[in-house]
């Protein structure tokens, strides 16, 4: 009922070209995340979705109904498409206490009086305010807030839920917090929802899939483990990842097995992988994960000699910078290690974590 | 003959596409409530602001029945360009357009000049130093504002009248039996000083929200560099508000040209003619036509510096409010020059605010006007009884059932036109802050301050010719009271709509998109949400409109019948027949209730006009 598919969304600001050929699908019950630096165009897919904004060219289907038909000029308003909306800046109505807030769409839609209050009452209990019932907004904290929008859009019961970084104007405990909240609100309540962040840490905690933008387009659309893992190309691996991961240039040579990958990181042999025949080498970009790389500080077979630069302590992990062959490289530690600055040691990694990108396009090319 | 069927249904199948596209837009469009408001705004708006321009052009052109003869050969209705060439290039055009049109540009030059000063100079007191009593300045600076502007020239007459027009002595004559020159009584020279006197208030309040803009950081982060305090203000605060002084220049420019009541008492007398009272002559001589020229060359004048300043400044203007935040503003010390400060202010607030009134009230105490001795004090054109050896016969205001129908006309109109006229600015101010960025904001927007640019006087000419027969579904309105409404709402229009607009804007969109979201209609949002929001902000367009009502005479003086005669027609007639005592009594009268309603709207409602004015 509730699958969310997008067609063909073209939209445009005056002559700025916002969403550039958007296309998505959105599983019944899925948790998607719209993700993306700011501006990219994630915030008014969502608001393309709940009717808010009328694209120039596509569709939007919501179930098995067509809501948005740019061809036909035809548009669903928002109030029929069975959804609701968190806002970023949460869109409390000031004059309206906690009560009236979260009833008045209820209110609307002339359901009895006494369902209203249980309905309220029980949004309140699950997002655990309902003490506050009677207080306007400006009595409330920022967090409270933040749990009174997402009671409004949670009281009618919408099949599909929206939210517009809603996290965003918290402090990163109560962020935190209200992560977990989410997560178990979207499995309680089995709705679709799609949610738009710039934060990879909330979209890769939330989500059963990220949809990832850049500049009006989508990307990449997968897990957040293979988005992770498989980044499709050099921005989404850049965009991804606390720490950054790791780039360094190298060469793709042909060899007898397949091709033949050549870097500061040494020599490396991808089998059953083919160059392009017209192509000798290949500027390449390989990408390896801080926490990829294992640390030795005595000498072992098939570990790559380098220096440390400098250490990072933090907690929980330890940041380690290495210089290798000029080029730094960080690696991450869980626990908290020691090294001298410029102390000899030898590191390792497997090659299957290392994913080789076209140094032009910035494709992914694959993975060793 | 497959491919042609196939082409065939192709093209059906677009033009069907096509179909149902124009007919969803054209669905969209009717059942959208904010389209809706949207072109029922523009239609009304043209009707009532463009149609009564359009129509006063096009009169010009037309030779009206009694001119025929001075046209040979002419036929009357035809189009002629007679009565242009009359105007601007015949033996009296120097008389009755350049004479003056020189005259009202030299005046509104000079006025707003010293009001930019006066009242820049009052508004940086108030705003930027640690002058004391600022409540109390800051409620005074505003008083001459509540009496209407030509009120002031009354009071001039009062004191410096001479004997030589006719008439009694002033007061300086009185009191220095020194008989003042023609030059000090009339003309030029009073007229630029009681109008000064009128409009610095109006660059005051454009002035002080501009500084009150100013992040008080720049002046700090100054400070911290070396600066002292002259380089502070010359080289970061003069910068900053320089576009809202010129823009202040030229809005009381563009007031100042077109103002009748001042010229009107202090320069008929020595035939010192403006465009304004030059207009309203020919209004009376019935050459409506040669009157209409006037008012479109006085229109034109007025549109003409408001486009320059929105060319010139417009883009600058910006960062007038740069960090408008103003949360913190750091208060410069006077130091020495405190109580200097304090003194020369509350020299000019007696002089601009309390003389005007004190003179007003004592002459409505003297039985005979000229005569300054304590036996000549009476409380008759208050509430004598009638007497026919006194003003032949009139009673006391609070005695003449004829004033009393005056201030309930005068009450009844200020109250419904203010009303009408804030409900019209907040549907209009919805209107233009929803639509910001769209044509139909911008076309409501600048549609609704055209009235702004329409000298009053002009602007009920056009009504009364407009509206003494009846149109297009609307009966003759001439001598009803609705006319009045009428032409106040439309007049008033530019303020309440600048209002309006500056208190949807504080309305985040946002708050009505989550009603959308949960199915509230257009008038659902509208009642539940945004009316309930801008309900603070109500009082000051309320309030702004309220004044100009009560003191409003250039606007209603042509359209005024014996029925709804207002309190300031009543004084204009009294002043023009001569009885100056019953003029000021009810001058006196409608300064304290403009008065009274500024004072409780400011305790109650923490109104604040300036938002209409500024913007």
Redesign the interface.
Known sequence: MSKVILKGINKYYGKVHVLKDVDLVVEEGDFLTLLGPSGCGKTTTLRVV?G?ETPEKGQVIIGDEIVTNA?????T????RG???V?Q?Y?????MTVYENVS??LK??KFPKKEIRFKVEDALERLQIREYIDRYPSELSGGQQQRVTIA?AIV?QPKLLLLDEPLSNLDAKLRVEMRAELKRLHQELKTTIIYVTHDQVEALTLSTKIAIFFEGKIVQVDTANNIYNYPVDVRVADFIGNPKINFIDGLLVKDRDGVKVVSPLGEMIAENKKCEDSLEKKEVTLALRPEHIFISDEFKENYLECQVYSVLPAGSETLIQFKVQDKFIIAKVIGQVKFELDQKVWIFFVKESINVYDKVTGQLLFNV | MEKLETGLSKGRRELD?KM???K??FM?LVTDPYSVATVIAIVVLVYLIVVPLWEMLSATFKLSPQDVRSVPGAIAGEFTPYYWKKIFNSSISEAIFYGPLKNSLFISLMVSMLSIILGGLMAWLVTRTDIPYKKFFSFMIIVPYMLPSWSKSLAWLTIFKNDRIGGYPGVFQYLFNINPPNEISYGVVPIIITATLHYYVFTYLLMSSALSSINGDMEEMAEITGANRYTILSKIVFPLVLPAILSAFILTFSKAVGTFGIPAFLGLKVKYYTISTMLRANIRNRLTEQAYILGISLISIASFTVYINQKAIGARKSYATIGGKGVRKNKIRLGKYRISAVIILSIFIFIAAVIPLFILLMQSFMLKDGIYSLNNITTHYWFGKSNNLIAEGEPGIFKNPLIWKSIYNTLKLAFTASIAATITGTILGYIVSRGRGKISGKIVEQLSFIPFLIPSIAFSAIYLSMFSKPRLFIPTLYGTFTLLVLVSVVKYLPFAVRSGTSNMLQI?Y??E????????SWV?RFT??VL??AKKGFLSGFLLVFISAMKELDLLMLLVTPDTRTLTALTFSYTDTGYHQFADAIMTVIAAIIITVYFISLKVGDADITKGIGG
Do not use: C
């Open positions: 709940a808010l061809d036909k000029s035809f548009y308003p928002p109030s029929q959804l609701n909306f806002f800046s869109a409390l109505w000031p004059h008045f769409g609307v839609k409004r009618s | 596409g149902t596209r124009l969803n837009r969209r985040g946002e708050l998109e989550a009603a959308m979201v949960e199915g509230a659902k539940s949400i309930p929001l």
